[in-house]
């Protein structure tokens, strides 16, 4: 006589452990739309209402882009579809020193022949000479040159670089089509805190951020 123990199939084989959910970049349509709302009003919503408090620009926008860079510096530690090394990918960085230093000297080239030629300009005859006179400027320019990256350009890399790619890369699908929304959101919040919008010198940092932001995003691809 045959037991039920006898005619029960045989065990299974263990299933295979599931993907984990870390691997899922890519969000539903919802979460598409959801992301689409968080970009225009997080970089283009936002920026354009503090245009409006000009009076305290000056003194809370660096405060603000650091508390900014720091928490989404944060979101993306503990974010576990996010790879951390591109906080601080040295290695890549190391590679890719040469041709920073050569983008960076041609960069620098291009701005100083223009601020020589602005000294040329009856209009505009106190921009260029700011620039290319140290006694205008004696140690506050070192000042600038030396806490300036540590407190605007690495915030700036997190906000508009490093979280607006890994966050908004999903709804663009093309990671050149994202280095182009990086750099035009990059030249909109330098457009958008123009302190004299009737002044034309003004809007040239502007205008620079585009082909800068390019530039800033095609090297975070590549590193």
Known sequence: MTTNEDNSPPPSPPSPPATPATLTTSPGPLGLAIRWIELIG??????????????????????????????????????????????????????????????SALAFGVMLGFSYWLTTQEWAPTYGRVLLDFSEIGWFLLVILV???????????????????????????????????????????????????GDPLQWIPGYVC??????????????
């Not at 245009?51 to 979101?75: E, K």
């Not at 585009?210 to 590193?223: C, K, N, Q, W």
Request: include cysteine; glycine fraction near 4%; charged fraction near 15%.
């Open 147 to 197: 806490l300036y990256p540590l407190f605007s350009v690495y915030p700036q890399e997190i906000i508009l670089r490093t979280f607006f790619f890994h966050r908004y890369g999903p709804i663009f699908k093309n990671p050149w089509a994202t280095m182009v929304a990086s750099a035009l959101t990059f030249a909109w919040v330098h457009v958008i805190f123009v302190a004299d919008k």
């Open 42 to 103: 997080l970089y283009w919503v936002i920026p354009f209402l503090v245009d409006f408090t000009q009076r305290w620009q000056g003194r809370l926008l660096i405060p603000a882009l650091m508390v900014c860079g720091i928490v989404l510096f944060v979101w993306l530690w503990f974010d576990k579809t996010f790879d951390r090394k591109s906080l601080w990918n040295f290695k890549a960085y190391k590679k890719a020193l040469p041709r920073i230093l050569v983008t």
């Open 210 to 223: 585009v082909p800068g932001g390019l530039l800033f995003g095609y090297t975070y691809m590549r590193t």
